[in-house]
T-cell receptor, first 114, second 110 residues
Framework: ETGVTQTPRHLVMGMTNKKSLKCEQH?????MYWYKQSAKKPLELMFV???????ENNSVPSRFSPECPNSSHLFLHLHTLQPEDSALYLC?????????????FGQGTRLTVV | EDQVTQSPEALRLQEGESSSLNCSYT??????LFWYRQDPGKGPEFLFT???AGEEKEKERLKATLTKKESFLHITAPKPEDSATYLC???????????FGTGTRLKVLA
């Protein structure tokens, strides 16, 4: 398997459920990201994990909780979500402070909150 | 504030009709400017990285250029399979963040 892999591809959850999104990168990168993509809006950075630091967007609600156990794996734990949280959630990775700067994305998880 | 603006929002072209997409940016120091292609329901696919004004990159029918304030993605003789949303992003110096525009939805008609 190469690149960035996200599971599941589709998720439907109720507002009282707890679920997790998983991301794995096979590129040897040092930084991993969660982005949210909603219709008609630019990709919104939620969290960044790198070897040096964790960065988070202060506007992300606490019902989203990231976990990065190592440089290859990233999780997004979801609990008590709202219908407006329905979106495409994208994971990405990059070399971080390396010479090659572009980020590579997974296929995304389409989340629907009912 | 770091910002990326893309235009037009949507573009319809006949097959073979060349055009350009615009990405205007303001950033406090540019580490890189990136172009991605995104098909419906999929993640963005990396196309190009540009680092400094005057730089150009080409791939098949696509050519990306960069100035100090904007970037263009030129599409020469497009085909229906070039239909997608094209995203522009910048990475400010000293950060890990990528700041995206809202994209240009391109439709190429046969």
């Amino acid at each position: 398997e190469t690149g960035v892999t996200q599971t599941p591809r589709h998720l439907v959850m109720g507002m009282t459920n707890k679920k997790s999104l998983k991301c794995e990168q096979h590129l040897g990168h040092n930084a991993m990201y969660w982005y949210k993509q909603s219709a008609k809006k630019p990709l919104e950075l939620m969290f960044v994990y790198s070897l040096e630091e964790r960065v988070e967007n202060n506007s992300v609600p606490s019902r989203f909780s990231p976990e990065c156990p190592n440089s290859s794996h990233l999780f997004l734990h979801l609990h008590t979500l709202q219908p407006e949280d329905s979106a495409l959630y994208l994971c990405a990775s990059s070399q971080g402070r390396g010479k090659i700067t572009e980020a590579f994305f997974g296929q995304g998880t389409r989340l629907t909150v009912v | 504030e770091d910002q990326v603006t893309q235009s037009p929002e949507a573009l319809r072209l006949q097959e073979g009709e060349s055009s350009s997409l615009n990405c205007s940016y303001t950033v406090s120091g540019l580490r890189g400017l990136f172009w991605y292609r995104q098909d419906p329901g999929k993640g963005p696919e990396f196309l190009f990285t540009l680092y400094s004004a005057g730089e150009e990159k080409e791939k098949e029918r696509l050519k990306a250029t960069l100035t100090k304030k904007e970037s263009f993605l030129h599409i020469t003789a497009p085909k229906p399979e070039d239909s997608a949303t094209y995203l522009c992003a910048v990475q400010p110096s000293g950060t890990y963040k990528y700041i995206f525009g809202t994209g240009t939805r391109l439709k190429v008609l046969a």
